[in-house]
């Protein structure tokens, strides 16, 4: 899949915080994977490089989106939040995650 990775750019949304709630290990595993083998996936539409092997929590950590306040679906599934931590991202792989908004 040759998706021109080098001209495009992720935009989630303009303000992505950082996800307090998250341990060290978890992030520091997710830091650790950027080191590892790339492979390419599509998040919202957008191609990717994401570490190989990551979970699907670790994506979202990586991805710097609070997973606090996203739903998600893999490969036109959606994934319920207790199965993040088993859910792998493989090469391929299509994401769509969808943000909560409030208001009124």
Request: hydrophobic letters at 45%; aromatic letters at 4%; one cysteine or more.
């Amino acid at each position: 899949m040759d998706c021109g990775l080098s001209a495009l750019t992720f935009d989630y949304n303009e303000i992505r915080p950082r996800p307090a709630s998250l341990g060290l290990d978890l992030v520091g595993r997710a830091m650790a994977a950027s080191t590892t083998k790339q492979i390419e996936i599509v998040v919202n539409g957008h191609c990717r490089l994401a570490p190989e092997g990551c979970t699907l929590r670790e994506l979202l950590v990586w991805l710097e989106v609070d997973p606090a306040r996203v739903a998600v679906e893999l490969n036109r599934s959606i994934v319920q939040r207790p199965a993040w931590d088993q859910a792998t991202v493989g090469p391929g792989a299509t994401l769509e995650i969808v943000q909560f908004v409030g208001g009124g």
